[in-house]
């Protein structure tokens, strides 16, 4: 089976062909470029693509594919709110995710980024380097018996649960399916009381039409002054123009996201001042209490060793036929 990779970093390549040499059956080639409707005619002659986050796995990606004989896509994502699921069922194109790769590697950056938030680290880093020891502006609060208000309880709101327990927190969620598995120390309420009561706000849910700009200005006012919120799922689930209005209104102590609207639209990688002035998130690292990291919350050794293998079972399951949980329906 040969399979062309999109948008290859040296980190990918590394584990993808450390775990293929246990698969003789795959053959795998690299490409540089990122999936998208000018890049898609390049898988002519490959069984399968595999594509990221980042990737526009869209209509028009997905007819070209369909022209060109490719009959699966390999996401080495859990999200994949980037497919067009609807064209690919129309074409018969099977899509293949990595469900749950290590939620923990997510979720201990989510608590990565609430202590830097809260204890100003980033701010602190700066200061002693330019020799000001002083503690002015880095007052933070201690978590200990504050309230945790995770929205998204599946397997990485899980981990931040567990994780915002073991700081001896108490741990409120809100989900539309409850997580048996957490009862003994999490306590189910609806999504106005996590807002309402929580004073870190972390969000683990999926982007669909349900939960597309569910922080907004409205929900915004309904948090508690002086909330942590952490977004490390998909930009889209937050307002970006109304969550300005918000650090505006000095309703957060801190806002520290992994993820953000503008992310395909490689707002950093074409720096021209115009794309920056009209740019959300340039506005929003305006903000001293606002930290924003590049999509990093998969990023450490187990995860992408867990994404390889997947993916290439994943391979596996698609040539013998069978059915698979990572299967997108
Ligand atoms: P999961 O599928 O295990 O859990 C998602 C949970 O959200 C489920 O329990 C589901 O019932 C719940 N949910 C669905 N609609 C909801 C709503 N309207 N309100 C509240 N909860 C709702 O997914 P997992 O693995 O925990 O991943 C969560 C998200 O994290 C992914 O969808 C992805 O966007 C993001 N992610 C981010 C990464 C990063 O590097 N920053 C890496 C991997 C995933």
Avoid: W
């Amino acid at each position: 089976m040969k399979i062309l990779f999109y948008d290859t970093k040296s980190y990918d390549q590394k584990s993808f062909e450390t775990t293929r040499n246990a698969y003789p059956e795959i053959e795998i080639e690299y490409l540089k470029s990122d999936l998208e409707p000018r890049t898609a005619a390049l898988a002519d002659g490959f069984d399968a693509v595999c594509a990221f986050v980042s990737s526009d796995v869209g209509t028009q990606t997905l007819e070209i594919l369909h022209t060109k004989g490719v009959k699966l896509i390999l996401l080495r994502s859990a999200g994949y709110n980037n497919v067009d699921m609807d064209t690919a069922h129309k074409y018969d194109i099977r899509v293949m995710r990595v469900p749950g790769y290590s939620p923990e590697a997510v979720a201990e950056h989510a608590m990565a980024l609430a202590l830097a938030c809260n204890r100003r680290l980033y701010k602190a880093y700066n200061k002693v380097r330019e020799n000001d020891f002083s503690l002015s502006g880095l007052m933070g609060f201690n978590l200990y018996q504050k309230t945790a208000g995770i929205i998204g309880t599946g397997k990485i709101g899980a981990a931040m649960c567990r994780i915002c327990h073991g700081f001896g927190m108490k741990v409120i969620a809100y989900d539309v399916y409850e997580n048996e598995s957490l009862k003994d120390f999490v306590e189910y309420v609806s999504l106005e009381k996590v807002l309402a009561e929580s004073d870190l706000i972390s969000l683990h849910c999926p982007l669909m039409d349900s939960t597309y700009h569910m922080i907004q200005l409205d929900t915004i006012k309904q948090m508690k002054d002086g909330v942590i919120l952490i977004n490390t799922s998909r930009g889209a689930l937050v307002k970006t123009e109304d969550l300005i209005e918000g650090i505006r209104m000095h309703k957060f102590a801190g806002v520290g996201l992994d993820v953000y609207e503008e992310e395909t639209d490689n707002v950093f990688e074409d720096r021209s001042d115009e794309i920056l002035e009209h740019s959300t998130t340039a506005r929003l690292l305006s903000f001293p209490n606002v930290m924003i990291t590049s999509h990093q919350g998969f990023f450490t050794r187990e995860a992408l060793q867990a994404i390889a293998e997947t993916t290439l079972q994943n391979a596996m399951d698609y040539m013998s036929g069978k059915k698979s949980p990572n299967d997108v329906d």
